[in-house]
Structure formats: structure tokens, C-alpha cells
């Protein structure tokens, strides 16, 4: 069964860092495209970050500069290190996989919360 | 790069059926997108990919009242016989070249 499951997510002051964690399990993360998207509260959905299965990453221009996707093959895990964060940054953060180009996010984390705030 | 737009908002009665709907940008009529469901307080759901041809394939578990269409640019989501857990956030989903992902503003459908 697959299974996404985000941690790292809390309460943050603006300017300061936080590393997002996926733990992946039923499949191989290093073989699948892996994203994070975001979820402000109360609006919709926002593509953040990808890996490719390749290694090459792309980032929103928000977040470009700022934010970090990486991947651990050996724990078989996706993250998302986040600096400089900003208020806007507030977020719900999933993971979500895609099987590969031409295929769209087919799986998604239950997500994690980051809020940015003094 | 595609741009998805849909209706903010949409209802039907319980037991009735619904149409919604997600337009691509000029130039992107031919893209297949995919559909999501994400009920409140929840993560998203995948429930289908939809080719520019009609064509579809379900998540698993997706039940049979969820179709799709498409028309020119337009990709179309209809529910059938609404049910009261069917209410919930619905967003379309593409991709290119150039774009990894990108999504809709998604529609909020209330069953009333």
C-alpha cells in the first residue's frame, strides 16, 4: 500500500528555518516524480517544489532562492528545507507523487502545517 | 504556460447530478488534466485522469457515480446520483514541458 506520511511542520518566526519531512513507503521515492504543494488557509491548491527521478529539481518563483527539495534514497524519503520564511509561507505542505512525466499526482500526504508567524 | 479556470462555486440537490467544469488556456486545448476531490479538513484525492479524446482512468476506490468528459478546452467532472460525502473542494490538475504542475482554483460544491 502506499503510503505518504509529512512531519516537521510548526509554528515558525519569520526569517527562520524549517526542514519538512515525506516518509514514503509501497514505493520508491528515487523512481517517482515527487513534489510538495502547498495549501494556504482557506485558498486552493499551489505546486511548490519537484524532484525528478533523474535528481533535477524546479521551483515556484515564491519560493525560488528559498526553498530546498531533496531526497534520501537509503530511508527512502522526500524533504523540503525551507528557509528565510516568510508570513505568505503559511501553509498546509503535501507531498505528492507522480508516476512520471505525462501522469498526473496520483498519491498525496496527509500533510503538515507551517505557520510563520511572530 | 497552462492556466486552469474554474467556477468557484456549484450545488445540486442530494440524488441529483452535477457538471463541473475545467477550462485550459488558448494553445492548451489538447492537455489531459486530472481531477481531485478534497473534502474539508482533508488532504486531496485523486479520482481521475481525463485525455483531451474523453477518455478516463479512476483512482482506485473511485466510485462508478464519478465520470468524465471533455469538449474542445473544456474538461468536465459529473457526478451522479449526489451524495452528502460528495460535498467538497474539486480541482484540475495539468502539466507540460515546462510547467511540473500546475492547478485550478478549484470549485466548492455544496449538496443541498
Known amino acids: 500500500e502506499v503510503q505518504l506520511v509529512e512531519s516537521g511542520g510548526g509554528l515558525i518566526q519569520p526569517g527562520g528555518s524549517l526542514r519538512l519531512s515525506c516518509a514514503a513507503s509501497?514505493?520508491?521515492?528515487?523512481?517517482?516524480?515527487m513534489s510538495w504543494v502547498r495549501q494556504a488557509p482557506g485558498k486552493g491548491l499551489e505546486w511548490v517544489s519537484v524532484?525528478?527521478?533523474?535528481?533535477?529539481?524546479y521551483y515556484a518563483d515564491s519560493v525560488k532562492g528559498r526553498f530546498t527539495i531533496s531526497r534520501d534514497n537509503s530511508k527512502n524519503t522526500l524533504y523540503l528545507q525551507m528557509n528565510s520564511l516568510r508570513a505568505e509561507d503559511t501553509a498546509v505542505y503535501y507531498c505528492a507523487r507522480k508516476e512520471g512525466f505525462g501522469e498526473p499526482v496520483r498519491y498525496w500526504g496527509q500533510g503538515t502545517l507551517v505557520t510563520v508567524s511572530s | 504556460q497552462p492556466v486552469l479556470t474554474q467556477s468557484s462555486s456549484a450545488s445540486a440537490s442530494l440524488g441529483s447530478s452535477v457538471k463541473l467544469t475545467c477550462t485550459l488556456s488558448s494553445g492548451h486545448s489538447s492537455y489531459i488534466i486530472a481531477w481531485h476531490q478534497q473534502q474539508p479538513g482533508k488532504a486531496p484525492r485523486y479520482l481521475m485522469k481525463l485525455e483531451g479524446s474523453g477518455g478516463y482512468n479512476k483512482g482506485s476506490g473511485v466510485p462508478d457515480r464519478f465520470s468524465g468528459s471533455s469538449s474542445g478546452a473544456d474538461r468536465y467532472l459529473t457526478i451522479s446520483n449526489l451524495q452528502s460525502e460528495d460535498e467538497a473542494d474539486y480541482y484540475c490538475?495539468?502539466?507540460?514541458?515546462?510547467?511540473?504542475?500546475?492547478f485550478g482554483g478549484g470549485t466548492k460544491l455544496t449538496v443541498l
Open positions: 509501497g514505493f520508491t521515492v528515487s523512481i517517482n516524480y
Open positions: 524532484i525528478y527521478s533523474g535528481g533535477s529539481t
Open positions: 490538475e495539468t502539466w507540460d514541458s515546462n510547467t511540473p504542475l500546475v
